[in-house]
Structure formats: structure tokens, C-alpha cells
């Protein structure tokens, strides 16, 4: 079945930039995202790059999706202490109506 | 902003017992879903709702659970005679299209 992999862990310092990388196995994902949990919180649903695009900006966050080797990576600008989260990788296939998860990655900014 | 919300945030109960999860999707919203996650686990699908109806169910999605919206703003998770290993963060979400899922904080269930 489709999965999505991820590191489990990175550490940056404040003001650098944060690169979280994920790789994919459905070959019919059409959607793919980048969700930010942080503490206590819900999954809040920070940006989206559809599957015939290579790359989407928003403000501080670049989006790159390698679509032939099924990796998509989330470039975090000017990283602040506010962004310290777990960040999680997601596609959707549309075939099926769910939203597949990565494991989650522990972004920490040190001050 | 519209946000989905999910009540209560915890709930304990014992083995055996039944519980009820409720959502309310954001308003507008056609489609709604639940998630959960086992603490240390990925976020799994269990189910998708949509035109009163499951439209996809998940193999986590068996007899123990369903699935009702029973008015016109709630949507609701039951699982009946819950067992220790049904302790996760169940999350709700909704959407106007499929692939643009808004999730609500969860409700940690914790089955002792």
C-alpha cells in the first residue's frame, strides 16, 4: 500500500533556514501537503502543492515536489522559535478519499 | 476563520464502555472524516462520510465503529464496548472538496 516516510527529527538555530524532507510511494498521488501540529494543538493545514507543479512559495515556506523520485520538501525561511512543531507530510491519491500521513517531523529551533 | 471543533479534548473510560467523539464541521463543508493516532504512530484513516453515507471506510473501521451525523452541524464517532488498544487521538475533518482536508484538535481517548 502507499506510504510516506519521513525524519523523525531536526534542529536548526533561529534565523537559519529549515529544510524537512519527505518521499512518497503512490505513484497517483495528486495532492501533496505539509501539515504543522503544534503542542496540544490539531493538525493545521499550512500549504498544499498539487501534483503537476514542481514547486509553490508562500511567504516564508517553499514547497518542492520531485515527482520522479517522490520526494517533496518543505523549505522554511528565517526560521523562528514560533516554528518549532511537528511537521507532517501527506498525500492523497483521490482514488480513495483518505489523506495518508507521514510520521511526523520534530522541527526544534534553538534561540 | 472557520475551524472544525471537536468535543471533548479527553475522555477517559473504561474497557468495555461505549463512547461518542462529536465534531462540528465547518459549515459549509460536504465531506467529513475521521483519523486517529496512536500515541507514536502515524495518523491512520478510519472513515469518510458524505451525503448522509460512508463513502470510505478504512480496515481499523470495523463493527465497533459508526458513524452519524445526527443533525445538521454535528458528526459523531461511537465505538461501542472499547478496548485498551482504542486509546489514541481521534481526530475529526471536513471539506468542501476531497482533497483539501481542515482537521479539528483531536480528542485524546484514554480506554484503562
Known amino acids: 500500500g502507499e506510504d510516506v516516510e519521513q525524519s523523525l527529527f531536526l534542529s536548526v538555530r533561529e534565523g537559519d533556514s529549515s529544510v524537512i524532507n519527505c518521499t512518497y510511494t503512490d505513484s497517483s498521488s495528486t495532492y501533496l501537503y505539509w501539515y504543522k501540529q503544534e503542542p496540544g494543538a490539531g493538525l493545521q493545514l499550512l500549504t498544499y502543492?498539487?501534483?503537476?507543479?514542481d514547486m509553490k512559495q508562500d511567504q516564508r515556506l517553499t514547497v518542492l515536489l520531485n515527482k520522479k523520485d517522490k520526494h517533496l520538501s518543505l523549505r522554511i525561511a528565517d526560521t523562528q522559535t514560533g516554528d518549532s512543531a511537528i511537521y507532517f507530510c501527506a498525500d492523497y491519491s483521490g482514488g480513495y478519499q483518505k489523506v495518508t500521513f507521514g510520521i511526523g517531523t520534530k522541527l526544534q529551533v534553538i534561540p | 476563520e472557520p475551524e472544525v471543533t471537536q468535543t471533548p479534548s479527553h475522555q477517559v473510560t473504561q474497557m468495555g464502555q461505549e463512547v461518542i467523539l462529536r465534531c462540528v464541521p465547518i459549515s459549509n463543508h460536504l465531506y467529513f472524516y475521521w483519523y486517529r493516532q496512536i500515541l507514536g504512530q502515524k495518523v491512520e484513516f478510519l472513515v469518510s462520510?458524505?451525503?448522509?453515507?460512508?463513502?470510505?471506510k478504512s480496515e481499523i473501521f470495523d463493527d465497533q465503529f459508526s458513524v452519524e451525523r445526527p443533525d445538521g452541524s454535528n458528526f459523531t464517532l461511537k465505538i461501542r464496548s472499547t478496548k485498551l488498544e482504542d486509546s489514541a487521538m481521534y481526530f475529526c475533518a471536513s471539506s468542501t472538496q476531497n482533497y483539501e482536508q481542515y482537521f479539528g484538535p483531536g480528542t485524546r481517548l484514554t480506554v484503562t
Open positions: 502543492i498539487f501534483s503537476n507543479m
Open positions: 462520510f458524505y451525503n448522509n453515507e460512508i463513502s470510505e
